[in-house]
Protein backbone atom coordinates (compact mmCIF):
# COMPACT_ATOMS: atom_id res chain seq x y z
CA UNK A 1 0.00 0.00 0.00
CA UNK A 2 0.68 3.92 -0.41
CA UNK A 3 1.61 5.70 1.85
CA UNK A 4 1.13 8.71 -0.17
CA UNK A 5 -0.54 12.20 1.41
CA UNK A 6 -4.06 13.23 0.46
CA UNK A 7 -3.90 16.16 -1.82
CA UNK A 8 -6.22 19.32 -1.39
CA UNK A 9 -8.37 19.70 -4.70
CA UNK A 10 -6.73 22.06 -7.37
CA UNK A 11 -9.32 24.74 -8.85
CA UNK A 12 -8.61 27.16 -11.49
CA UNK A 13 -9.31 30.17 -9.89
CA UNK A 14 -8.41 32.27 -12.86
CA UNK A 15 -11.22 30.43 -14.40
CA UNK A 16 -13.47 31.77 -11.51
CA UNK A 17 -12.35 35.07 -11.62
CA UNK A 18 -12.95 35.42 -15.47
CA UNK A 19 -16.45 34.79 -15.12
CA UNK A 20 -17.76 37.43 -13.20
CA UNK A 21 -18.79 40.53 -14.63
CA UNK A 22 -15.73 43.17 -13.36
CA UNK A 23 -13.67 40.74 -15.33
CA UNK A 24 -15.94 41.29 -18.71
CA UNK A 25 -15.22 45.23 -18.07
CA UNK A 26 -11.17 44.55 -17.59
CA UNK A 27 -10.85 42.49 -20.63
CA UNK A 28 -12.96 45.10 -22.78
CA UNK A 29 -10.68 47.65 -20.97
CA UNK A 30 -7.57 45.56 -21.53
CA UNK A 31 -8.98 44.72 -25.77
CA UNK A 32 -9.64 48.37 -25.96
CA UNK A 33 -5.83 49.46 -25.08
CA UNK A 34 -4.46 47.81 -28.46
CA UNK A 35 -6.53 50.21 -30.31
CA UNK A 36 -5.01 52.84 -32.39
CA UNK A 37 -5.68 56.58 -31.28
CA UNK A 38 -7.58 56.88 -28.02
CA UNK A 39 -8.58 54.74 -25.57
CA UNK A 40 -12.12 53.20 -25.20
CA UNK A 41 -12.50 52.27 -21.38
CA UNK A 42 -15.82 50.07 -20.20
CA UNK A 43 -16.62 51.96 -16.91
CA UNK A 44 -19.02 50.42 -15.71
CA UNK A 45 -23.13 49.28 -16.45
CA UNK A 46 -26.41 50.85 -16.11
CA UNK A 47 -29.28 48.73 -16.44
CA UNK A 48 -27.41 46.07 -18.38
CA UNK A 49 -25.97 48.48 -20.98
CA UNK A 50 -22.42 49.38 -20.46
CA UNK A 51 -20.74 53.02 -19.90
CA UNK A 52 -17.96 53.95 -22.08
CA UNK A 53 -15.17 56.51 -21.40
CA UNK A 54 -13.03 58.09 -23.09
CA UNK A 55 -9.27 57.93 -22.02
CA UNK A 56 -6.02 59.16 -23.17
CA UNK A 57 -3.15 56.26 -24.20
CA UNK A 58 -0.09 56.18 -21.57
CA UNK A 59 3.03 55.55 -23.54
CA UNK A 60 3.93 51.58 -23.41
CA UNK A 61 0.01 50.53 -23.83
CA UNK A 62 -0.07 47.84 -26.39
CA UNK A 63 1.82 44.69 -26.21
CA UNK A 64 5.48 43.63 -27.83
CA UNK A 65 3.85 41.63 -30.53
CA UNK A 66 0.10 42.34 -30.62
CA UNK A 67 -1.25 39.14 -29.90
CA UNK A 68 -1.48 38.50 -26.25
CA UNK A 69 -1.96 40.77 -23.06
CA UNK A 70 1.15 41.15 -21.45
CA UNK A 71 1.22 41.26 -17.32
CA UNK A 72 2.03 45.22 -17.81
CA UNK A 73 -0.86 45.90 -19.53
CA UNK A 74 -3.14 43.97 -17.30
CA UNK A 75 -1.69 46.03 -14.16
CA UNK A 76 -2.90 49.11 -16.45
CA UNK A 77 -5.81 47.79 -17.13
CA UNK A 78 -6.43 47.72 -13.30
CA UNK A 79 -5.89 51.27 -12.73
CA UNK A 80 -7.92 52.41 -15.83
CA UNK A 81 -11.00 50.25 -13.56
CA UNK A 82 -13.12 51.88 -10.65
CA UNK A 83 -10.88 49.75 -8.34
CA UNK A 84 -8.11 52.41 -9.73
CA UNK A 85 -9.44 54.64 -7.15
CA UNK A 86 -8.93 52.42 -4.25
CA UNK A 87 -5.87 52.81 -1.69
CA UNK A 88 -3.37 50.33 -2.19
CA UNK A 89 -3.68 47.78 0.67
CA UNK A 90 -0.70 44.86 1.44
CA UNK A 91 -3.00 42.48 -0.50
CA UNK A 92 -2.82 44.96 -3.29
CA UNK A 93 1.13 45.05 -2.72
CA UNK A 94 1.74 41.09 -2.38
CA UNK A 95 -0.46 40.50 -5.72
CA UNK A 96 1.43 43.21 -7.73
CA UNK A 97 4.95 41.75 -6.08
CA UNK A 98 3.95 38.58 -7.82
CA UNK A 99 2.84 39.60 -10.87
CA UNK A 100 6.15 41.49 -11.18
CA UNK A 101 7.96 38.22 -10.06
CA UNK A 102 6.17 36.33 -12.89
CA UNK A 103 6.83 39.33 -15.33
CA UNK A 104 10.94 39.28 -14.86
CA UNK A 105 11.31 35.79 -13.79
CA UNK A 106 13.25 36.83 -10.90
CA UNK A 107 12.70 36.44 -7.13
CA UNK A 108 14.68 40.22 -6.25
CA UNK A 109 12.11 43.19 -6.34
CA UNK A 110 13.46 45.62 -9.08
CA UNK A 111 13.95 49.10 -6.39
CA UNK A 112 11.88 51.61 -8.01
CA UNK A 113 9.63 49.00 -9.68
CA UNK A 114 6.01 48.13 -9.33
CA UNK A 115 5.97 46.17 -6.46
CA UNK A 116 8.71 48.49 -4.42
CA UNK A 117 5.90 51.12 -5.05
CA UNK A 118 3.08 49.27 -4.35
CA UNK A 119 4.70 47.78 -1.18
CA UNK A 120 5.96 51.57 -0.14
CA UNK A 121 2.31 53.20 -1.02
CA UNK A 122 0.42 50.36 1.30
CA UNK A 123 2.82 51.12 4.31
CA UNK A 124 1.82 54.57 3.99
CA UNK A 125 -1.25 53.81 3.46
CA UNK A 126 -2.07 51.35 6.51
CA UNK A 127 -0.53 55.00 9.05
CA UNK A 128 -2.76 57.29 7.15
CA UNK A 129 -6.48 57.77 8.60
CA UNK A 130 -7.79 60.24 5.69
CA UNK A 131 -8.52 58.07 2.28
CA UNK A 132 -8.34 61.03 0.15
CA UNK A 133 -4.17 61.49 0.95
CA UNK A 134 -3.83 57.60 0.70
CA UNK A 135 -1.86 56.53 -2.64
CA UNK A 136 -4.50 54.72 -4.91
CA UNK A 137 -3.69 51.32 -7.27
CA UNK A 138 -4.30 54.37 -10.20
CA UNK A 139 -1.42 55.71 -8.81
CA UNK A 140 1.06 53.14 -8.37
CA UNK A 141 0.08 50.93 -11.58
CA UNK A 142 -0.84 53.85 -14.25
CA UNK A 143 2.77 53.17 -16.49
CA UNK A 144 3.19 49.72 -15.23
CA UNK A 145 4.85 48.19 -18.33
CA UNK A 146 7.57 50.90 -18.03
CA UNK A 147 8.03 49.69 -15.13
CA UNK A 148 8.60 45.99 -15.89
CA UNK A 149 12.15 45.52 -17.91
CA UNK A 150 11.05 42.00 -18.92
CA UNK A 151 7.29 42.26 -19.76
CA UNK A 152 5.46 38.42 -20.60
CA UNK A 153 1.98 38.09 -21.86
CA UNK A 154 -0.04 36.90 -19.08
CA UNK A 155 -0.78 33.15 -18.74
CA UNK A 156 -3.32 31.08 -16.30
CA UNK A 157 -0.40 30.38 -14.48
CA UNK A 158 0.84 33.70 -13.62
CA UNK A 159 -3.45 34.81 -12.66
CA UNK A 160 -3.06 32.21 -10.26
CA UNK A 161 0.13 33.12 -8.76
CA UNK A 162 -1.23 36.44 -8.34
CA UNK A 163 -4.88 35.79 -6.77
CA UNK A 164 -2.77 33.07 -4.63
CA UNK A 165 -0.76 36.22 -3.37
CA UNK A 166 -4.60 38.36 -2.75
CA UNK A 167 -6.17 36.13 -0.99
CA UNK A 168 -3.10 34.75 1.29
CA UNK A 169 -2.67 38.82 2.16
CA UNK A 170 -6.48 39.73 2.64
CA UNK A 171 -7.89 39.36 5.88
CA UNK A 172 -11.26 38.50 4.55
CA UNK A 173 -9.18 35.84 2.52
CA UNK A 174 -11.02 37.75 -1.01
CA UNK A 175 -10.09 39.57 -4.02
CA UNK A 176 -10.89 42.78 -4.85
CA UNK A 177 -13.86 43.15 -7.62
CA UNK A 178 -11.85 44.73 -10.73
CA UNK A 179 -8.42 44.59 -8.97
CA UNK A 180 -5.05 43.18 -9.32
CA UNK A 181 -6.17 39.28 -9.45
CA UNK A 182 -8.96 40.13 -11.59
CA UNK A 183 -7.42 41.63 -14.34
CA UNK A 184 -4.92 39.36 -14.42
CA UNK A 185 -7.71 36.45 -14.32
CA UNK A 186 -9.50 38.63 -17.47
CA UNK A 187 -5.84 38.87 -19.03
CA UNK A 188 -4.82 35.33 -18.85
CA UNK A 189 -8.44 34.02 -20.63
CA UNK A 190 -8.40 36.14 -23.13
CA UNK A 191 -4.79 35.17 -23.84
CA UNK A 192 -5.93 31.72 -23.68
CA UNK A 193 -8.86 32.46 -26.17
CA UNK A 194 -6.30 34.19 -28.82
CA UNK A 195 -4.68 31.44 -29.08
Known amino acids: MSQQQPQRPQYDASQDMASDEASAMQSAAIRNANAAGGLHVIA ?4 GQAVEEDANMSPGIGS ?3 DTITIGEALEATALSEAGDK ?3 ISDA ?3 QAAEVRAT ?3 QIIPGGVAATAQSAANMNSRTTD ?10 LADASLKLPDDQPVKAEDADRVIGAELRNDPGLTVHP ?3 ATSM ?4 ELNKKMQ
Open 44 to 47: GSVG
Open 87 to 89: PVE
Open 185 to 188: AAAA
Open 131 to 140: DANKTTLGDV
Open 94 to 96: AAI
Open 64 to 66: KDG
Open 105 to 107: GSS
Open 178 to 180: GGV
